[in-house]
């Protein structure tokens, strides 16, 4: 039973530029979520998709944006890169419906903006 | 706005002994009270989670100790092996039916020497 995955695992970029990392979440689980975590600090909750549909969202600009395809799986996307981007990004699902559903976080992509 | 203190930032515990990590809220709107583990490169893995209107969680060597009155959780680990040597956080969700959304802790960096 694969749990969580994300790809890449590395990404360099350079500011300005634009990025896209995937995620295919947890088998059963239709649920994901994004989580930032810079070097040093707590993950911080970027937004939740379930539907396909953005159901919730944290203190993120709207350079930060994302979808969720019929497979339940997801993209995050961050346009216009700053140095300040660099994190280790987190994806998590879980199951609706489970009022005290767990998330499983993947291993993350750790994103590097040059 | 809805927070999550941790302390303290590190941990260095003997082999054999009990590690507390604590937490505090400042928000009353809090469902649910997970705790991640996280090893370098690797993403947050639930540990143990707690509700509010239980007082204690064990499983195995780990307890959650909860008081809702004072706002704070913390988690004791019994026996501490070089092999928990890891970064603990802790986090609670918002009251909101979804299940999504944590707000993390800073991050306890533990150390067990042999």
């Known amino acids: 039973d694969a749990g969580v995955t994300q790809s890449p695992t590395h990404l360099i970029k350079t500011r300005g530029q634009q990025v896209t990392l995937r995620c295919s979440p947890k088998?059963?689980?239709?649920?994901v979520s994004w989580y930032q975590q810079a070097l040093g600090q707590g993950p911080q909750f970027i937004f939740q998709?379930?539907?396909?549909?953005?159901?919730q969202r944290g203190n993120f600009p709207d350079r930060f944006s994302g979808h969720q395809f019929p497979n339940y799986s997801s993209e995050l996307n961050v346009n216009a890169l700053l140095l300040g981007d660099s994190a280790l990004y987190l994806c998590?699902?879980?199951?609706?419906?489970?009022?005290?559903?767990?998330?499983?976080f993947g291993n993350g992509t750790r994103l590097t903006v040059t | 706005q809805q927070q999550v203190k941790q302390s303290p930032q590190s941990l260095i515990v003997q082999k054999g002994g009990i590690s507390i990590i604590n937490c505090a809220y400042e928000n009353t709107a809090f469902d649910y009270f997970p705790w991640y583990q996280q090893f370098p490169g690797k993403g947050p893995a639930l540990l143990i989670a707690?509700?509010?209107?239980?007082s204690e969680k064990k499983e195995g060597r780990f307890t959650i100790s909860f008081n809702k009155s004072a706002k704070q959780f913390s988690l004791h680990i019994m026996d501490s092996q070089p092999g928990d040597s890891a970064t603990y956080f802790c986090?609670?969700?918002?009251?909101?039916?979804?299940?999504?959304?944590?707000?993390f802790g800073q991050g306890t960096t533990l150390q067990v020497k042999p």
């Open positions: 986090a609670a969700r918002p009251f909101s039916g979804n299940t999504g959304k944590l707000i």
């Open positions: 998709y379930y539907e396909e549909e953005e159901r």
């Open positions: 998590a699902s879980s199951l609706e419906g489970g009022a005290f559903s767990p998330l499983h």
């Open positions: 707690i509700r509010p209107d239980v």
């Open positions: 088998s059963g689980h239709d649920t």
